[in-house]
């Protein structure tokens, strides 16, 4: 027997020539706004390549690349309120940046300290991250106790396409329908997973259709246009916040990089596949469009590059100042009072430390 088929909706506002298929979200009409978003894309892909520098010199450690995810992030953060909660994975820079997340953080946190994670302006979201899906679980509790106490918030989880085969995800998105919880689940389908394409992942022609066997509204969005992103996660969390209604949204794009810097994808992905999805990139037509439309100029362009290149390059001299985290810290952080058994772990890992020292 075939698997069911679903006719679900790919909601896209911009083309890859940047013209718009249709018309500005009322949020979205003014041209500062879509500035905003664009400087937030263009701060994302600055930012990625310096990280990726920096691992490569051996000033930091493994780091996820977001290249070609950019659209995505920026139209999360866009959409989310201050008071909701944004429970991400490791390819999350864009919307954290937005939330208030400093870039020196990220950079402590990928060089292998967990203070990077314990934000100044940011005390409500969560960290990155990296077990996969684990997140999703996270993200229904959090919306379970939204709305035990009544709260007008919700919650907003990020994954990737592979992460949905996983049960964690299928745990969550069941109990968000079940028990009618604030949650909007994005799926980043950047088609791999690690070396593992999406078909042999998942039978299942799409991933949004997910969501229709636990009840709950599952649609697709083009990953590489930020306005239909932002759209599409703006009407879920009204949904989510005004009447409990969880959402599961498929973000379209392509992993326009390595899975990190621990991998090299030439050796399983093929170029021409790669040289398509880079066609359709989001920063391309996000410039197309302000040219066209909104008299972004060459020079405009390279101002802002620049600004960017400062601020990540501030961030870098932050991070590279910052004091070594004291050996065997990482432990104090578990628990508020230290367990027995975790003591004994930071004995023998500080015994260890001073062996090899
Ligand atoms: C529980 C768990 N199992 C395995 C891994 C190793 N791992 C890291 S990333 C990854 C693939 C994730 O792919 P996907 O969910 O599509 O996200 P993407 O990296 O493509 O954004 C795997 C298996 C992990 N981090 N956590
Ligand atoms: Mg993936």
Redesign the pocket.
């Known amino acids: 027997m075939q698997g069911s088929e679903f006719n679900i909706e790919t909601i896209e506002t911009l083309d890859p020539e940047g013209h718009l298929q249709r018309p500005l979200p009322e949020a979205l009409r003014e041209r500062d706004q879509l500035i905003k978003l664009y400087q937030i894309m263009v701060l994302t892909r600055v930012f990625d390549r310096e990280a990726i520098n920096l691992q490569r010199t051996g000033a930091m450690g493994t780091y ?1 690349s977001n290249e070609g995810q950019e659209a995505i992030g920026t139209g999360i953060g866009f959409a989310m309120r201050e008071d909701d909660v944004f429970v991400p994975y490791y ?1 999350d820079v864009a919307t954290q940046i937005q939330r208030g997340v400093l870039i020196e953080e990220i950079l402590v946190f990928w060089g292998g300290d967990e203070r990077g994670q314990n934000y100044q302006h940011q005390s409500q979201d969560f960290p990155a991250c ?3 899906a ?1 997140q999703s679980c996270h993200a229904v509790g959090i919306a379970f106790a939204i709305k035990y106490r009544g709260q007008d918030r919700a919650v907003v989880t990020t ?5 949905t085969s996983k049960g964690d995800f299928y745990e969550s998105i069941n109990v968000a329908g079940a028990m009618g919880l604030p949650v909007v689940f994005v799926v ?1 389908n ?1 088609q ?3 070396s593992v394409p999406l078909a042999k992942q998942t039978a299942a022609q799409t991933i949004a259709q997910k969501a229709f066997a636990v009840g709950i509204e599952g649609i697709r969005v083009d990953g590489n246009d930020p306005i239909a992103v932002f759209e599409v996660v703006s009407e879920a969390l009204e949904r989510a916040r005004r009447d409990c209604q969880p959402t599961l949204i498929e973000a379209l794009s392509y ?1 326009l990089c390595d ?1 990190t810097t621990a991998d090299d994808a030439s050796r399983y992905r093929d170029q021409q596949e790669y040289d398509e999805a880079r066609a359709l990139e989001p920063l391309i037509r996000f410039k197309l469009l302000l040219q066209n439309e909104y008299q972004w100029s060459e020079a405009d362009d390279k101002a802002l590059y620049d600004d960017s290149d400062q601020r990540v390059k501030k961030a870098i001299e932050v991070y590279q100042a910052t004091s070594d985290q004291a050996p065997g810290e990482f432990f104090d952080y578990m628990f508020a009072k230290p367990t027995t058994p975790l003591e004994r772990q930071k004995k023998a890992w500080l015994d260890e430390a001073k062996r090899h020292a």
């Open positions: 996820p390819r990296i077990p996969i684990t994954c990737g396409d592979g992460a980043n950047n791999w997973a690690i992993r899975h």
